[in-house]
């Protein structure tokens, strides 16, 4: 059964912290993995990962793929209050529904000031 | 990115009535996704609106609960029939494809069933 496992579960640190989220995951026809972060109701997009080892970047925040060991890592640096929120690693298939995401259960990050 | 719209965005309903959700996005996607988020887990497929036929529904969810319209290539609509306490959730929508080939979602419907 695919699944997806995210760690750990929650999480609190403070302003300045830097902090390492992992997501691993067991799935047939591995197609990408996404990160979403979720504050109130609805996830935004933070990467798509396809490819082992290239580093994906956006100001604080990088995710880096290993598709050998079935895993990715999303790492936040200088962390910063409005960071706090549940971050979703997903797990997109090859085939089927294009666009159907197995989600994890998430990381709940509480950034304290 | 596609930006998604959807309503109402939240609302307080009566054990035994129905609530119809409306999803539209501002361009032309390939696939819309219908979500369920209960409370304190993940989210969870209910099913894929197909453009100009039937839904296809996930394990666990049936067309009568749950009837989905996708008419056009920009929008579709959840219906929560006969809804129970239950059925307090938060539903998405989300789209696939067109322009971008990542899946986004809508700010989500917050419903509780009294």
């Known amino acids: 059964e695919d699944k997806v496992v995210q760690s750990p579960l929650s999480l609190v640190v403070h302003e300045g912290d830097t902090v390492t989220l992992n997501c691993s995951y067991e799935?047939?026809?591995?197609?990408?993995l996404l990160w979403y972060k979720q504050e109130k109701k609805a996830p935004t997009f933070l990467f798509m990962l396809t490819s082992s080892g290239i580093e994906k970047k956006s100001g604080r925040l990088s995710s880096i793929l290993d598709k050998k060991e079935l895993f990715s890592i999303l790492n936040i640096t200088a962390t910063q209050t409005g960071d706090s929120a549940v971050y979703l690693c997903?797990?997109?298939?090859?085939?089927?529904?294009?666009?159907?995401?197995?989600f994890g259960k998430g990381t709940k990050l509480s950034v304290k000031p | 990115s596609a930006v998604i719209s959807q309503k109402p965005s939240r609302d307080i309903c009566q054990r035994g009535t129905s609530l119809t959700i409306q999803c539209q996005v501002d361009?032309?996607?390939?696939?819309m996704f219908w979500y369920r988020q209960q409370p304190g887990q993940s989210l969870t497929l209910i099913a894929t609106?197909?453009?100009?036929?039937?839904?296809?529904?996930e394990s666990g969810f049936v067309i009568d609960k749950f009837p989905i319209s996708r008419p056009n290539l920009t929008f579709s609509t959840l219906t929560v029939s006969n809804m129970s306490p239950e059925d307090s959730s938060i539903y998405l929508c989300s789209s696939y494809g067109g322009v971008t080939d990542t899946q986004y979602f809508g700010p989500g419907t917050r419903l509780t069933v009294l």
């Open positions: 997903a797990v997109e298939k090859i085939g089927g529904s294009q666009g159907n995401l197995i």
């Open positions: 799935v047939t026809n591995f197609r990408s």
């Open positions: 361009s032309q996607v390939t696939m």
């Open positions: 609106a197909n453009q100009g036929s039937e839904a296809t529904y």
